[in-house]
């Protein structure tokens, strides 16, 4: 929800008559059909999309299975590292995902499709979670009801809950996704934001760095449009009369955006600064940080790697985009480490002293911290290195 936007026609009001010329197709009542999508009931941000014909025409529903993330055996508390790189190609963008930790918040999954989408399907949309989509590796075109934008490698796509999507990728062979399913809407965090709303000056980004939908061609077809559609653990194949891309115009604070984790502006000091100035966005249970390309701290004394720290309160996963990070071992892009709340962890042996010469940093990575502990799936598990516990013993 970085600004306002609007794409398309819009009536010159909320709620106004907003005439329509009959099409072909569909008769309907001479009127576009005002549809209003809100977060936090009606309290938070909303947009207001106008359709050619009403978005509620379901011809048919059809349970397709149920399902949840299962946490893998017992284990006892202890620091994981992952290595997600070598994962097989499965499924598509929605049903490719392969869940790895979990809690009530949200659900992380790795996912390098092998098809765009599976057939017999048209559309995805998640109804009760919003995704946010780290593309790794790829690029192409994101087609939602709100319009269409590009996405590249890097980006952050965002993608608030009920929007009907898909993602149309130049070369599938590419794509490879860290996937964030967050039960509660994601947003700028509000220290970013001043009294007005704006974007404060010195924040990491502007809005310049968001970006919405760019083209709205509305689609009058009629037919059979399925959507598959998820609500937590429940898969739903809803098969709709008319195109879901009939709309004309919509304005507003909600649409699926993207930005890139290069337009992300470190702040950095003379000494060691702690990871909240790396925060990107704000969902409630947990936080996104981005440990963006930098200049290490210049204090001529300055130790360039973190403190050892209890992470109280919080487990801290990280996931290794691409770079030599400063203050691990044995890490590598593709690599997750989990450092649960209860246990510290800190730099590894060697990498203080190594510090001392470093004057920048090219590491990429995202991190996210859960206020709630995360569960790991037996999936997770197959990737995990039993030996990483010991790995500060030097
Ligand atoms: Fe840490």
Redesign the pocket.
């Known amino acids: 929800m970085p600004h306002y936007l609007k794409l398309g026609e819009t009536p010159r009001k909320h709620h106004l008559k907003f005439p329509r010329a009959a099409a072909a197709s569909f008769k309907g009542e001479g009127l576009h059909y005002e549809h209003v999508i809100t977060t936090e009931g009606f309290d938070r941000a909303y947009s207001m999309l106008y359709h050619q014909k009403p978005p509620t025409r379901v011809k048919r529903v059809e349970l397709v299975r149920e399902f949840a993330p299962a946490p893998a055996a017992p284990l006892p508390l202890r620091h994981h590292h992952l290595k997600s790189f070598q994962l097989p190609r499965r499924g598509d963008p929605y049903t490719g995902r392969v869940p790895l930790m979990f809690n009530a918040d949200l659900t992380c999954s790795r996912c390098r499709p092998a098809t765009a989408m599976a057939a017999g399907y048209d559309f995805y949309r998640n109804g009760q979670s919003d995704d946010i989509i780290f593309v790794w590796g790829g690029g192409g075109w994101l087609e939602t009801n709100f319009g269409r934008l590009r996405y590249r490698q890097d980006d952050y796509i965002v993608i608030p809950r009920g929007t009907i999507y898909r993602l149309v990728p130049d070369d599938i062979a590419q794509e490879d996704y860290l996937i964030l399913e967050s039960a509660h809407p994601v947003r700028i965090p509000a220290r970013y934001l001043h009294p007005e709303g704006q974007i404060r000056m010195g924040a990491p980004y502007s809005e310049r760095d968001f970006h919405g939908p760019t083209e709205l061609v509305p689609n009058e077809q009629e037919g059979d449009f399925a959507i598959l559609l998820k609500d937590r653990a429940r898969l739903t194949k809803v098969v709709m009369a008319s195109h879901p891309f009939d709309v004309v115009g919509w304005d507003g604070y909600l649409y699926p955006f993207t930005f890139n984790a290069n337009d992300f502006e470190p702040i950095t000091g003379t000494v060691h600064l702690p ?1 909240p100035i790396h925060q990107t966005f704000e969902i409630r249970g947990y936080v996104v940080c981005t440990f963006a390309p930098r200049w290490l701290d210049h204090h001529p004394e300055a130790v360039k790697v ?1 403190w050892a ?1 209890d ?1 109280t309160e919080a487990d ?1 996963v990280l996931f290794y985009v691409r770079g030599q990070f400063g203050s691990r071992k044995g890490v590598e892009p593709g690599s997750f480490t989990l ?1 649960p709340q209860g246990i510290p ?1 800190g730099p590894h042996p060697g990498t203080t002293l190594k510090s001392f010469d470093a004057q920048r940093t090219e590491e990429l990575a995202v991190m996210f911290d859960t206020q709630y502990p995360l569960q790991l799936t037996p999936e997770a598990l197959a990737m995990d290195d039993p030996d990483y516990p010991l790995s500060w013993l030097g």
Do not use: A, S, Y
């Open positions: 990871p973190p720290h992470n801290e450092h962890h």
